[in-house]
């Protein structure tokens, strides 16, 4: 039995994507509307570009969130920055342009904003998207008063991110069911804790995993009631897309 007791030394609400159902996700413009709106903490996700830079986008594949198409990873930064990931969403973002985590870090670090960042990698490449991410988070946030929390659902990207920076916090991204075996997931992976489904969430669940010593931390809920049931029953983080509504200061 581990004698873990893990603690969440982030803000209870975080946007999700940036605030990314009011400007288009994992831009700049999402995470400056989220931070306009009261938030303290940004998920974000971070995949790699062909020439190995963090970059931010949830989907493997340009298509849903950018004028360009096929698979991002096959294209140099260069070539991601020619594109517009702001017109899908609409005109008003038109050129809005695909993030760098430097870029991203440069902004939360002036506006004291923390940051939670999923490392998203393309299949085939979660091992060096965790190594390389992690290390560029390590040196991004190298005189941060608190450093990003790390999260996957890749247990090989979550691995070689603590090889690779071993001090920087991380949390195990579960989709459906938690499995019997978490904790010895977690303790494997050196993880602070769960981040979960909401769908899959029960107040014996979070007892179960706050008891152990863990952090609990859900996805994605967009009602106010919810969002007190939850952290009534012991849950360290909530990501919103909400953040109009669901603002820290209405809690
Ligand atoms: O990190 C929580 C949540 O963002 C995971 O799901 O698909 O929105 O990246 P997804
Ligand atoms: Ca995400």
Known sequence: MPSLNHHWPYPAL?????????????????????????????????????????????????????????????LTLAELSALDFGAWHSSAYSGEPIPTLSSIAAFTLANQVHSNIEIKPTTGDEAETGRRVALAAQALWAQASLPPLLSSFSEAALEAAQQAAPTLPRALLIEEDVPADWPERLERLGCMGLNLND??????????????????????????ERVRELLDWGCNGIFTDKVTTIRPDTL
Do not use: C
Not at 57 to 66: A, F, I, P, V
Not at 202 to 224: D, F, H, P
């Open 14 to 74: 975080i946007a999700h994507r940036g605030a990314g159902k009011i400007a288009p996700e994992n831009t700049l413009a999402a995470i400056r509307v989220g931070t306009q709106n009261g938030f303290r903490m940004m998920e974000y996700d971070v995949k790699l570009s062909r020439d190995a830079v963090p970059v931010l986008l949830h989907d493997d594949q340009l298509d849903r969130t950018s004028n360009g198409q096929g698979i991002a990873s096959r």
């Open 199 to 224: 769908r899959f969430v029960s107040q014996a669940l979070v007892q179960a995993i706050r008891q152990k010593g863990y952090t609990v931390a859900v996805w994605t809920v967009n009602e106010a």
